[in-house]
């Protein structure tokens, strides 16, 4: 069996928490390697919200990993998984941005979007 692009979109996806804690500690000299969620407790602002960002990627991750494997297996239309695991992965980029840049009511909206687009996906093969 080949990796699908919904398998590549799942992969990609993996990093998204990355992206957010490098938001997090970018330009910071004072990250401490030894005691890293004391230094999170310290943070404030944009680096905050992006600490917030990145926990709650990882929190989207299973359901979106989950959703794409049963639709595999469920025998889904793979044109259509594709198209909504990347619909998932764009709105999921758009909020890690929209949590960062303190858009609280956009980011709400599009994680809604990419909750609703996860079941969509989950149940596609059904």
């Known amino acids: 069996m080949k990796l699908t692009l919904a398998y590549w979109f799942l992969f990609v996806a993996f990093f998204l928490p990355f992206v957010a804690a490098g938001i997090a500690k970018a330009g910071r000299r004072d990250y401490d390697n ?9 943070l404030d602002g944009r680096r905050k919200r992006a600490v917030a960002a990145m926990n709650n990627t990882f929190e989207g991750l299973p359901f979106f990993a989950a ?3 049963v639709a595999h297996q469920l025998g ?4 259509r998984l594709d198209t909504l695991a990347a619909v998932w992965l764009v709105l999921r980029v758009a909020y890690l941005f929209l949590y960062v840049g303190d ?3 956009a980011r709400s909206l599009v994680w809604i979007a990419a909750l609703a ?3 969509w ?6």
């Not at 030894?34 to 310290?42: G, I, K, L, N, S």
């Not at 889904?76 to 044109?79: E, H, L, P, V, Y």
């Not at 996906?121 to 059904?126: D, E, H, K, Q, V």
Request: net charge positive.
């Open 121 to 126: 996906i989950f149940l596609l093969g059904a």
């Open 67 to 69: 959703a794409v494997i």
């Open 76 to 79: 889904a239309a793979q044109g």
């Open 103 to 105: 858009r609280a009511s």
């Open 34 to 42: 030894a005691d890293p969620r004391a230094w999170e407790a310290r």
């Open 117 to 119: 687009v996860n079941a």
